[in-house]
């Protein structure tokens, strides 16, 4: 391919997916500082990539894919940094989600006891329940995003759903139709 005809593959894509991908890692970033370095680096490597760059729908489910590892290594670099000067973990830095419904006037108890127990569940879980939930994507597309089976999405998907649930109802929150779901 030329480099050309490179560009502007590149060029739609990211028209395509930018807004979907900027919204992905938003929502996994302590900071807006953190989300733009990693939807930079993503585009990076699928610049760097573009010849591996599948078409079509599956472009967006790769780049999920390649943003879930960048925001690992970023979260391992932050770690790293963290150790080394003493500093808090990034769990404390981030923003309390409870804060934001307590500002509104249809908040209640319940929605900030579901915003920690949420982020109170492992990270494997959060990762699946959200993809679900916030990017709207299906078994096979989480498959794909996550480099495992259609079957392996299912089997983990119902047991982060599980726990989700007994959590929510060890917190008090009547949750019953999080482990029932079957999407």
């Known amino acids: 391919m030329s480099t050309q005809a490179q560009t502007l593959r590149f060029e739609a894509v990211y028209a395509e997916t930018y807004e979907q991908i900027l919204g992905y890692v938003v929502r996994r970033c302590p900071s807006s500082e953190d989300a733009a370095d990693v939807v930079a680096e993503t585009y990076a490597t699928a610049w760097r990539r ?75 879980d959060r990762e699946l329940l959200s993809l679900v939930a916030w990017e709207g994507l299906d078994h096979a597309q989480i498959a794909m995003v996550m480099g495992v ?33 079957s999407a």
Do not use: C
């Open 50 to 124: 573009i010849d591996a760059l599948p078409h079509g729908e599956e472009a967006r489910l790769w780049l999920y894919g390649v943003a879930r590892k960048t925001l690992a290594n970023h979260r391992r670099g932050q770690a790293r940094r963290q150790r080394r000067s003493g500093e808090s973990s990034v769990a404390e830095l981030d923003v309390d989600i409870a804060d934001l419904y307590s500002r509104t006037p249809e908040s209640t108890v319940e929605l900030g006891t579901i915003a920690r127990t949420f982020r109170e569940l492992r990270d494997d």
């Open 149 to 181: 089976s259609r079957n392996a999405v299912r089997i983990r998907l119902h047991r982060a759903r599980k726990r989700f649930s007994q959590a929510l109802t060890s917190a008090g929150v009547i949750a019953h139709h999080f482990a029932m779901e």
